[in-house]
């Protein structure tokens, strides 16, 4: 599996199609170690051909994964408390 480390702006576009808001400045709440942050701070794994999934950079927690199928997303943000507009 081609995987590719990224910083969370690099989410923006595949996010930018599901959301109707900036993502890179939204801000959430981690379930695993209860940091917030933006997103924009996230660390950003491109797995290739399979989606990318963001993680916590304070305790790599999986906090949304993003996947392509067909014309659509599934997305997953059960890592997360909570996301909120920037």
Known sequence: MD????????????????????????????RGC??????GEAMVYDV?????????????YALIRLAPNRDRYLVDLGGTSYLTTG
């Not at 199609?17 to 959430?28: D, G, I, L, P, Q």
């Not at 209860?34 to 997103?39: C, E, Q, S, V």
């Open 3 to 30: 995987e590719l480390r990224l910083d969370g702006n690099a989410a923006a576009g595949p996010l930018g199609e599901v959301f109707s808001f900036e993502v890179t400045t939204a801000e959430y709440a981690c």
């Open 34 to 39: 209860g940091r917030a942050g933006r997103l």
């Open 48 to 60: 290739r051909d399979l989606g990318i999934i963001i993680r916590c950079p304070g305790c790599d």
